[in-house]
């Protein structure tokens, strides 16, 4: 027995003991807020991963990972697949800042901060765009300025995800207002209980919103904590950048969610609603549009797995904008061949008005997932990425 197919066996006798069923099913288990409440299936199979150095199974041992190579990886995520476990921890610290910090940090911060991350004491905001800076983030106005071993930080940030659930906050402030405008940029960990930080959820149509808007009054950072050294975080922002975008696309192998991509009952809905009763469609289009789309969502996940098994970092660097668009924009053609599938039945709020579970969920992930193109930087942001960056057209 090859020693692959070895720790393929260890890796599957293990599970089988230590994953509680209540940590198995879709969708994910909440990101490591201090503030938020694990139920007590959740809680163990964190403990237990924890333990295991699995929650970022890639990182070295004493940051708190395994130490895992990218084949042992891949295994890990298959036997996670296999018995439909979610990954125990997700969220900005393993995926984005944790990444970050292990290339570009110092010694100081690496034994300070990814140890936190590995083990989800925490959660992360990440504060980047501004109301005046979105696409053209090198524009940001909010700014740091040092005073003795700590820096002040004042400015507003916006579309900050999750912010009020969140412990830590990374933030990307004008350290060098006189420099260039991509040369005085540092980015900076923030501590988020403190009276300089002060958050307001904005609210979106439905009512609920995981967005927020995070304002910086004299909020303190320590000197310690500029990531990438300071003034240069413009290139520590867009390596992270790269992180979030790989998460996106399923390819960062930092935490245990790189290609752990669930099946989607898509196909089978679809089915459901414009079928005969052998499960055949009549209507070419829609024949057609599922048929590609299917193949569509194959071709992604065979891409996903190439470029993991490619990698030599734990999240790639251009390749990351061309996955995550792709992905984006399947998933969201996924979503209107249902809503087209359902007809008027999908376009139904709540149940009241006699819609199924399955009816009023489709609506809603049909309106979130339209974010997918705008999330993580906008489809024509990425658009100009691959022409520049990969495809090396002028500037
Ligand atoms: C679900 C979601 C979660 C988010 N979470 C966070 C978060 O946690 N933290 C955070 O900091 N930000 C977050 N954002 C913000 C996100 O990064 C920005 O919305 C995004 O970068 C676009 O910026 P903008 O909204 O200011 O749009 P703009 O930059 O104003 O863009 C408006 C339009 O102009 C186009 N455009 C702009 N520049 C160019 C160009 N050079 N070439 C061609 N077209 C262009 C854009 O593609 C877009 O269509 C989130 C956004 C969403 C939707």
Redesign the pocket.
């Known amino acids: 027995m090859s020693m692959l197919e070895e720790f393929r066996e260890e890796t599957r006798d293990w599970l089988k003991t230590n994953c509680p069923d209540g940590a198995k099913g879709p969708g994910y288990i909440p990101i490591g807020s201090k503030s938020v409440e694990l139920d007590s299936d959740v809680k163990l199979w964190l403990e237990r991963m924890v333990e295991k150095g699995w929650t970022v199974p890639t990182w070295p041992k004493e940051f708190g990972g395994a130490n895992l190579n990218n084949d042992e990886y891949r295994v890990l995520i298959e036997e996670l697949k296999r018995i439909n476990a979610r990954p125990p921890l997700t969220g900005r610290g393993v995926n984005y800042i944790g990444p970050t910090i292990l290339e570009l940090g110092t010694e100081d911060q690496k034994a300070r901060w990814l140890t936190v991350c590995a083990r989800g004491e925490g959660a992360w905001?990440?504060?980047?765009?501004e109301p005046g800076?979105?696409?053209?983030?090198a524009s940001l106005s909010t700014r740091a300025e040092r005073r003795g071993d700590q820096y002040l930080l004042n400015g507003r940030?916006?579309?900050?995800?999750?912010a009020a659930y969140c412990d830590y906050i990374f933030v990307l402030a004008r350290t060098a207002p006189e420099k260039p405008k991509h040369d005085g940029i540092s980015l900076i960990l923030v501590d988020m209980h403190q009276e300089g930080v002060e958050v307001s959820p904005i609210t979106l149509l439905s009512g609920a919103s995981p967005?927020c808007e995070t304002i910086f009054e004299d909020a303190i950072a320590s000197a310690r904590d500029i990531v990438g050294g300071v003034d240069k975080g413009w290139t520590a922002g867009k390596r992270l950048l790269q992180f979030e975008r790989s998460t996106h696309a399923g390819i960062n192998i930092s935490g245990s969610q790189g290609g752990l991509t669930q099946e989607s009952d898509l196909p089978e809905l679809v089915r459901k609603y414009v079928g005969t009763d052998s499960g055949k469609i009549a209507d070419f289009g829609m024949r057609e549009r599922l048929l590609r789309y299917e193949m569509n969502t194959k071709s992604q996940q065979i891409t996903q797995k190439r470029a993991i098994e490619e990698l030599h970092a734990r999240a790639p660097a251009f390749t990351s904008s061309a996955v995550k668009l792709t992905n984006a924009l399947n998933i969201q053609e996924g979503d209107e061949i249902l809503m087209d599938a359902m007809g008027p039945s999908g376009y139904r709020w709540n149940d009241e008005s006699g819609a199924t579970k399955d009816e009023v969920a489709a609506l809603k992930r049909w309106l979130y997932q339209k974010?997918l193109t705008?999330?993580?930087?906008?489809?024509?942001?990425q658009l100009?990425i691959i022409a520049k960056r990969v495809l090396g057209l002028p500037d």
């Open positions: 905001a990440m504060g980047y765009s800076a979105g696409s053209d983030l940030k916006t579309w900050t995800s999750d967005f974010s705008i999330a993580g930087g906008t489809k024509e942001v100009n």
